[in-house]
T-cell receptor, first 115, second 116 residues
Framework: DSGVTQTPKHLITATGQRVTLRCSPR?????VYWYQQSLDQGLQFLIQ???????AKGNILERFSAQQFPDLHSELNLSSLELGDSALYFC????FGGGSQETQYFGPGTRLLVL | AQKITQTQPGMFVQEKEAVTLDCTYD???????LFWYKQPSSGEMIFLIY??????QNATEGRYSLNFQKARKSANLVISASQLGDSAMYFC?????????????FGSGTKLNVKP
């Protein structure tokens, strides 16, 4: 158990809908990262937050947004969902969010299926 | 150019034997970290081992060791005495210390199957 929690574990929804994925980082970690893992794209970095502020952006679609709250939990919002958004969404956390030594610890993931 | 390359999409190993999973990386940053993660069929990503670019010795964690060859830019994972539970996808990752220091680069993974 990495100490990172994600809810829900599974999510089934329809095209055009909006969902929210939630992540709580490990105790003491200030940085949260979101990743998308699909079969054809591998593990794709979406976005990072550090202590409530956006720190880095990866291949995140405009239909997707995220935020980190004062208690450091984070939410990833996916809207106007398409079939291709079906994937495993990971949240990871690290202590600070920078530097080559920082290990990221991953949550169990949320498996999203868009029908 | 790919930051992390894993050239073995799939590997088989006999139980109790050692196996090496290859990883090469590309960076001009003198400060970087290399990581290996395991992803079993259940889906979670499990951190296994870390190697820093300035570390003089190869990292070891139990049955996992990292064969770090800096000049060749390779960071191969060695699993000794393979167990059935080692069957999983294995990902090599890199984090640079200065340039784009917030980004984690992942390889495409190697699927390891341990045969009884």
């Amino acid at each position: 158990d990495s100490g990172v929690t994600q809810t829900p574990k599974h999510l089934i929804t329809a095209t055009g809908q909006r969902v929210t994925l939630r992540c709580s980082p490990r105790s003491g970690d200030l940085s949260v990262y979101w990743y998308q893992q699909s079969l054809d794209q591998g593990l794709q970095f979406l976005i990072q937050y550090y202590n409530g502020e956006e720190r880095a952006k990866g291949n995140i679609l405009e239909r997707f947004s995220a935020q980190q709250f004062p208690d450091l939990h984070s939410e990833l919002n996916l809207s106007s969902l398409e079939l291709g958004d079906s994937a495993l969404y990971f949240c990871a956390s690290s202590v600070f969010g920078g530097g080559s030594q920082e290990t990221q610890y991953f949550g169990p993931g949320t498996r999203l299926l868009v029908l | 150019a790919q930051k992390i390359t894993q050239t073995q999409p799939g590997m088989f190993v006999q139980e109790k034997e050692a196996v090496t999973l290859d990883c090469t990386y590309d960076t001009s940053d003198p400060s970087y970290g290399l990581f290996w993660y395991k992803q079993p069929s259940s889906g979670e990503m499990i951190f296994l081992i870390y190697q820093g670019s300035y570390d003089q010795q190869n990292a070891t964690e139990g049955r996992y060791s990292l064969n770090f060859q800096k000049a060749r830019k390779s960071a191969n994972l060695v699993i000794s005495a393979s167990q059935l539970g080692d069957s999983a996808m294995y990902f090599c990752a890199m984090r640079e210390g200065r340039r784009d220091f917030n980004k984690f680069y992942f390889g495409s993974g190697t699927k390891l199957n341990v045969k009884p």
